[in-house]
C-alpha cells in the first residue's frame, strides 16, 4: 500500500496510525482487481478507491495508452513529452487512491473513430502480447474493461481497449502465447472472470441491468476519515494537464458490472446474474491451505494494535514475517514480504533515506551519497550492513540505532540519526536518465522497450542504496532509490530523482527550421556540461542540398551545469533554381573519439516529480514556398502555444496580447494586420469574452481576425458570441490527417490570395486535419473547404470564412497548433491566407 510513494521523487512514506491499522488488515486479504482502459482519465477512480482502501485488494490500472495524443491544458508539451506528464499524473492520482499503475507501449495517436483502425495503427499482436504480460505479472483474480468490446459510439481506443482486455483474458492461460515471457517467476495466468463496468452515464434507459453485478462504492472509510467517492475526486483531480479537476462527492455511487467471460464454463452459461464481482473467491489467506498459524498471527498484530504506540506491535508483525513461508504461492509471498516490511519500518518508526550531494551525475564520474536511518521508537534496531550503488558488497556496519527517549507511551527526545557518506562512482556504461519507452524512436502506434520494462509505469531508479536491518531478531532489507534533497524558499523541501547525464548536451533551440523562399536561418545550439572541463568540436551535418556555416565550432565547457549558445546559418542550395527537399541536420558534438547527439529536456510541473528525458539533436529542414500579405500580428495565446514561435520563424513580427492590450479596445489593436486567438482562448481566457466588442470594432475597421478552435460542450459551453454573425462550435472533427480535402469555393481569397492552395498543401499533415468544427453557421459565412473521414458524410464546418465592415473574420477547426509547430510547410501556406484576411502579397 506504500509502494508507490517509494518510487515517486518524494521523501520516504510515513504512513500515520491510522495508515497503520489498514496496512495490517490488508495483510490477511490477499485477492486482486486489474482495471483495464485505454487513456489516463478512463479510469474509474471512486471503484479504485473502494478497492484499495475498502475490500483491502490489491488494485491495479492498466492504462493502455499513456494519453500522448490529448491536448496540454498546462503547458507547450506535446506528444511524448505529454505522454510522460501523464504517466506522473496517473502515478500522482494511484498514490491517492492507493491502486498500482501499468501501461503498454501502445501510443495515443489522437482521436479514432474505429477500433478496427486503433488495432491495426497500434499493432495489434504486440499490444494483446502487452496486456497478457501484465496480467501474467499481475494475477488478477477478476478484470473488469471500462468500456464494452462490442461496437459503441466512443473512441476507437476505448472498444480496443475492452477487446484487447476479453482475448488478454483467455491468452495469459495459454502457454502458447508468447511462451518467451513465462519463467522467472512469471507463469500463465488464468483470472476467474472479466466484467464491463458499465457506469450510470453508460446506462440507457433501454438497456436492463437487472443481471449484473452491483456495487455501491461510496462508503466511508472511518481510519483514513474520508469517502471512496472523496478520494476518488481528489485523485482525479491530479489529471491537471486536461483540466479534470472534480468536486469530492458524498452519494451513493453504484457501479453495474456485466459478465463478459468467465473461466468457469456453468458461470459463462448462465451469464448472470452474481451477486458480486469477487463472489465465491475466497480474497482471505484461507486461499493458501497451509496458513494456518499466520492467519493467527495476522489477526492477532490487529487486534492487538495500539495507534499510540505502534512499536508495540512489532514483535507480532515479527512473528507474521516467520509465518510466511506457509503462503504456497510464491507471487502472493512475496508480495506480503513487501507489506510486512513496509509495516515493520512504520512501526519502528524508522526513516530511512538515500541523497546525493547534487542533482546529477554524468556516468564515469562521482557523486557523494549519504544513507540515513533514524530509529524513532524504543524498539531496538541495529542496522547491519549498507550497500551503495554498483557495489558488490555492503559495508558492515552493525551499527545499534539509538533510540528516543520515552516518556509514557509517547516519544518525547529525538535519537540522533546515523549516516554514511560515500563517494560513488557512476559506472562509463550507465544510461543516462530517459523514460524507458522514449531511449528508441517509436514507430506510428507503438513504442519499442526492453522486454524487461514492459508494463511498468516507470523503470526503478538504477542508483538505489539498501539497508539491511535486524529487528526483533529477524533481517530485513529495505531499497531506497537515490534522490536530491534541496530546500526551496517557497515550496520548503523538495526531492527529486537523481539524473544521469550526458557528458554534454546537445540541444537545438527548435527542432523545425522553415525555410520561406531565399531565406538563410540561424540555428542556435545550447550545450550543458554533465562533466567538468569539456573540449571538443560541435559539428552540424548539413544533409545534401543545405548548407551550414561555420562547417564546426570548438567549445569548452568548464564546470559541471555550465552553459554555452553557439549559432550557426543554414540555408538551401537553390544553385540549380529549385530548392532542396526537406532534410534532417544532426547536430554533434565530438569529444575524443565520443560523438553525442541528445540533448536534456526538463519537466517541472508542481503536482509530479521533477521529469528529465533525453531528445536527439535533430532539426529538420523544411523549405516552403509562402507569400506572405500583412506581417504584424497580435498574438492572444491559448494554453502552451507554440504558433506564436511558429509565425515568427517565417518573418512575423508577433505581439502577444495580454489583458491589458485587450481592456484598450480596437484603437489598441488598430496597428496590427492581423489578431490570432490560441486553441481555446475563449475556453480559458474570462476576459476575452468582454473584448468580443472591441475585436468585432477592429473586424469592421478594416482588421483580420483569426480564431482557432474552441470547445463547446457540458464543461465548457461558449455562452458568447465569436464572431460577428452566429455560428456554433460542435464535436466534429476529422481525425485522418490524409483525408481527401475538396474545394468547395476554389475562388475563395482563402484559397488564393496570397498563396494559390494546391491539393499538395494538405500532404504531410500530422495527427489529424482538425477537430471542432463549426456546425451551424449564418449565411454570411463562406466555407471554403470540405472534408470527411471515411465513410463518414462531408463537412464544410472547418473553416468559416466572412467579410465585416472593412475586415475579414476567420473561425478555423482546423490543427494549426498540431501542424505549424511540425513543419507543414501546406499548413503554414494556408494560415498565411487566412492572415492575409484577402489582401494581396505585401509589396
Ligand atoms: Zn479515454
Redesign the pocket.
Known amino acids: 500500500m506504500f509502494r508507490h510513494a517509494v518510487l515517486a521523487a518524494g521523501p520516504p512514506p510515513q504512513p500515520n496510525a491510522a495508515q497503520i491499522a489498514l496496512g495490517l488488515r490488508k495483510l490477511g486479504v490477499a485477492g486482486s482487481v486489474l482495471y483495464v482502459?485505454?487513456?489516463p482519465?478512463?479510469e474509474n477512480t471512486a471503484l479504485l478507491a473502494y478497492l484499495a482502501n475498502g475490500a483491502l485488494l490489491r488494485t491495479g490500472y492498466l492504462s493502455v495508452t499513456r494519453g500522448d495524443g490529448g491536448q496540454n491544458l498546462i503547458g507547450s508539451e506535446q506528444g511524448p513529452a505529454l505522454g510522460l506528464i501523464r504517466t506522473q499524473e496517473l502515478l500522482a492520482a494511484r498514490r491517492i487512491d492507493g491502486a498500482e499503475q501499468f501501461f503498454t507501449r501502445a501510443r495515443d495517436f489522437g482521436f479514432s473513430k474505429s477500433p478496427d483502425e486503433t488495432l491495426r495503427i497500434w499493432d495489434k499482436e504486440a499490444v494483446l502480447a502487452d496486456v497478457v504480460a501484465v496480467i501474467r505479472k499481475f494475477r488478477p483474480d477478476v478484470i473488469v474493461t471500462r468500456f464494452s468490446p462490442e461496437p459503441a459510439e466512443t473512441?476507437g481506443?476505448?472498444t480496443a481497449s475492452a477487446i484487447l482486455a476479453l482475448e488478454a483474458f483467455h491468452a495469459a492461460a495459454d502457454p502458447k502465447f508468447h511462451p518467451e515471457q513465462l519463467g522467472g517467476g512469471v507463469g500463465v495466468w488464468q483470472a476467474r472472470r472479466i466484467f464491463w463496468n458499465r457506469s450510470s452515464f453508460f446506462i440507457k434507459p433501454t438497456d436492463d441491468v437487472s443481471g449484473d453485478a452491483k456495487l455501491d462504492v461510496d462508503g466511508f472509510n472511518p481510519l483514513l476519515g474520508e469517502s471512496y467517492g472523496e478520494m476518488a475526486a481528489d485523485s482525479r483531480s491530479m489529471h491537471k494537464s486536461q483540466g479534470f479537476g472534480v468536486a469530492r462527492t458524498r452519494t451513493p455511487i453504484v457501479e453495474y458490472f456485466k459478465l463478459l467471460a468467465s473461466a468457469d464454463p456453468k458461470e459463462a452459461a448462465a451469464g448472470q446474474p452474481l451477486g458480486g464481482i469477487l463472489d465465491g473467491i475466497d480474497v482471505t489467506l484461507r486461499r493458501f491451505a497451509g496458513a494456518t498459524r499466520l492467519r493467527g498471527l495476522v489477526d492477532k498484530a490487529i487486534a492487538k494494535f495500539d495507534p499510540a504506540a505502534p512499536s508495540a506491535t512489532v514483535p507480532a508483525l515479527v512473528a507474521v514475517d516467520g509465518a510466511l513461508a506457509e503462503i504456497s504461492d510464491a507471487g502472493w509471498r512475496s508480495e506480503k514480504q513487501r507489506e510486512v516490511t513496509s509495516l515493520l519500518v512504520a512501526c519502528a518508526g524508522l526513516f530511512v533515506d538515500a541523497t546525493a550531494a547534487d542533482y546529477r551525475a554524468a556516468p564515469g564520474t562521482a557523486v557523494e551519497v549519504t544513507a540515513t536511518a533514524v530509529d524513532r521508537s524504543p524498539v531496538p534496531v541495529t542496522l547491519d550492513e549498507v550497500r551503495f550503488p554498483f557495489e558488490a558488497n555492503g559495508h558492515d556496519v552493525g551499527h545499534k540505532l539509538e533510540t528516543p527517549k520515552q516518556q509514557g507511551q509517547l516519544v518525547s527526545g529525538a535519537a540522533v540519526p546515523f549516516e554514511l557518506k560515500q563517494s560513488v562512482k557512476l559506472p562509463a556504461e550507465l544510461a543516462p536518465t530517459t523514460p524507458y519507452w522514449l531511449e528508441a524512436p517509436p514507430d506510428a502506434g507503438l513504442y519499442h522497450a526492453d522486454p524487461a520494462f514492459i508494463g511498468l509505469a516507470e523503470r526503478a531508479s538504477p542508483v538505489e542504496v539498501t539497508f539491511g536491518f535486524t529487528i526483533g531478531g529477524r533481517k530485513f532489507t529495505v531499497a531506497r532509490p537515490v534522490s536530491y534533497k534541496w530546500t526551496d524558499p517557497v515550496m520548503g523541501e523538495r526531492y527529486r530523482p537523481l539524473e544521469v547525464t550526458p557528458a554534454v548536451s546537445v540541444r537545438p533551440e527548435a527542432s523545425v527550421l522553415m525555410f520561406p523562399r531565399g531565406t538563410v536561418q540561424t540555428l542556435t545550439v545550447h550545450l550543458v556540461a554533465g562533466v567538468p572541463s569539456a573540449t571538443g568540436v560541435l559539428r552540424p551535418e548539413a544533409p545534401a542540398g543545405w548548407t551550414v556555416e561555420p562547417a564546426s565550432a570548438p567549445f569548452t565547457l568548464g564546470a559541471v551545469g555550465n552553459e554555452s549558445a553557439f549559432t550557426f546559418h543554414v540555408r538551401p542550395n537553390t544553385a540549380g533554381g529549385s530548392a532542396p527537399a526537406s532534410a534532417v541536420l544532426r547536430v554533434v558534438a565530438e569529444i575524443g573519439s565520443a560523438r553525442l547527439s541528445r540533448g536534456v529536456v526538463r519537466i517541472e510541473h508542481p503536482h509530479i516529480p521533477i521529469q528529465t528525458y533525453l531528445v536527439p539533436s535533430d532539426v529538420r529542414l523544411v523549405p516552403v514556398d509562402l507569400a506572405v500579405a500583412g506581417k504584424r500580428i497580435g498574438y492572444i495565446p491559448g494554453p502552451g502555444d507554440e504558433v506564436p514561435a511558429s509565425l515568427r520563424q517565417v518573418g512575423y513580427e508577433v505581439t502577444i496580447l495580454g489583458d491589458e492590450a485587450l481592456a484598450a479596445g480596437a484603437p489598441a489593436l488598430a496597428r496590427f494586420d492581423a489578431v490570432v486567438a490560441g486553441v481555446r482562448a475563449f475556453n480559458t481566457n474570462e476576459r476575452l469574452r468582454a473584448a468580443h466588442a472591441a475585436l468585432m470594432a477592429y473586424v469592421d475597421n478594416g482588421g483580420t481576425l483569426v480564431l482557432q478552435y474552441n470547445t463547446n460542450n457540458r464543461l465548457a459551453a461558449l455562452t458568447v458570441p465569436l464572431g460577428p454573425w452566429p455560428f456554433e462550435i460542435g464535436q466534429k472533427r476529422v481525425t485522418d490527417e490524409t483525408a481527401a480535402v475538396s474545394f468547395a469555393a476554389p475562388g475563395s481569397a482563402a484559397l488564393t490570395t496570397p498563396n494559390a492552395i494546391v491539393p499538395k498543401d494538405f500532404e504531410g499533415w500530422v495527427q489529424e486535419r482538425g477537430l471542432y468544427f463549426a456546425e451551424k453557421w449564418d449565411s454570411h459565412y463562406e466555407t471554403p473547404l470540405s472534408m470527411h473521414d471515411p465513410g463518414e458524410p462531408a463537412q464544410a464546418g472547418s473553416l468559416l470564412w466572412a467579410r465585416h465592415g472593412k475586415g475579414t473574420f476567420v473561425y478555423t477547426g482546423l490543427a494549426f497548433f498540431r501542424q505549424l509547430p511540425a513543419g507543414v510547410p501546406g499548413a503554414y501556406r494556408l494560415f498565411a491566407n487566412l492572415l492575409a484576411g484577402g489582401h494581396p502579397r505585401s509589396p
Open positions: 482502459a485505454a487513456h482519465d478512463d473512441h481506443h476505448h
